[in-house]
């Protein structure tokens, strides 16, 4: 069975502060892809990054970046000088095949709220 | 393109009734889905589709029922609502069931049953 943590219910910061956003998964497949969603206050999930398995390269997007380990089993995310427009909730999610079919299972995290204050 | 749209936004039902809360996409995608979302619980899988004609049950699939006869439409319905069905429920599409593609959301039914 797939698992993702985000152990972090809520965090607030103060604008311009960096932030770190931990996501810990669990999965016996070697073949998988994490992604990372945002969900401001206006409700709808809108996607931000994906990584697959094999490529622990980390990125870094404007201000965002993000830290693929697989010896930790962690997919961080970091926003650097953080806005108030980062404020919402944060989804780290898991992407595995299902044996029965093509599709995959997509497997989300609890999410963390950020709050992010003037 | 509207990309994924639901209606209705907001609902309130009584226990015991049926409802159907409706989904539809305008990018050809294959790939449909409903999630539930709860608080401190994430999105949990309702029931997936994979195609016009094909669907299979997610990881809480009990009280819904879904059809795909088209590969624009994807409804949901609560086939006689219950308290514990209170939730904001989304639909998600993806170009298809591949491991790596995202998926749209739309912008989701917030249910409250009595």
């Known amino acids: 069975a797939q698992k993702v943590t985000q152990a972090q219910t809520e965090i607030s910061v103060v604008e311009k502060e960096d932030v770190t956003l931990d996501c810990v998964y669990e999965?016996?497949?070697?073949?998988?892809?994490l992604f990372w969603y945002k969900q401001p206050p206006s409700g709808e999930l809108v996607f931000l990054i994906r990584?697959?398995?094999?490529?622990?390269q980390n990125e870094i997007s404007g201000r965002y970046s993000w830290n693929f380990q697989k010896s930790t089993s962690s997919f961080n995310f970091t926003i650097t000088a953080s806005q108030v427009v980062d404020s919402a909730v944060y989804f780290c999610?898991?992407?595995?095949?299902?044996?029965?079919?093509?599709?995959?299972?997509?497997?989300f995290g609890s999410g963390t709220q950020l709050t992010v204050l003037p | 393109n509207a990309g994924v749209t639901q209606t209705p936004k907001f609902q309130v039902l009584k226990t015991g009734q049926s409802m159907t809360l409706q989904c539809a996409q305008d990018?050809?995608?294959?790939?449909m889905s409903w999630y539930r979302q709860d608080p401190g619980m994430g999105l949990r899988l309702i029931h997936y589709?994979?195609?016009?004609?094909?669907?299979d049950q997610g990881e809480v699939p009990n009280g819904y029922n879904v059809s795909r006869s088209t590969t624009e439409d994807f409804p949901l319905r609560l086939l006689s609502a219950a308290p514990s069905q209170t939730s904001v429920y989304f639909c998600?599409?993806?170009?298809?069931?591949?491991?790596?593609?995202?998926?749209?959301f739309g912008p989701g039914t917030r249910l409250t049953v009595l």
């Open positions: 999610a898991l992407s595995v095949g299902i044996s029965s079919g093509s599709a995959r299972q997509l497997t």
């Open positions: 998600a599409s993806s170009y298809d069931g591949g491991l790596y593609n995202e998926q749209f």
């Open positions: 990584r697959n398995s094999f490529d622990e």
């Open positions: 990018m050809n995608h294959e790939y």
């Open positions: 999965t016996r497949d070697t073949t998988y892809y």
């Open positions: 589709s994979v195609g016009a004609g094909i669907t």
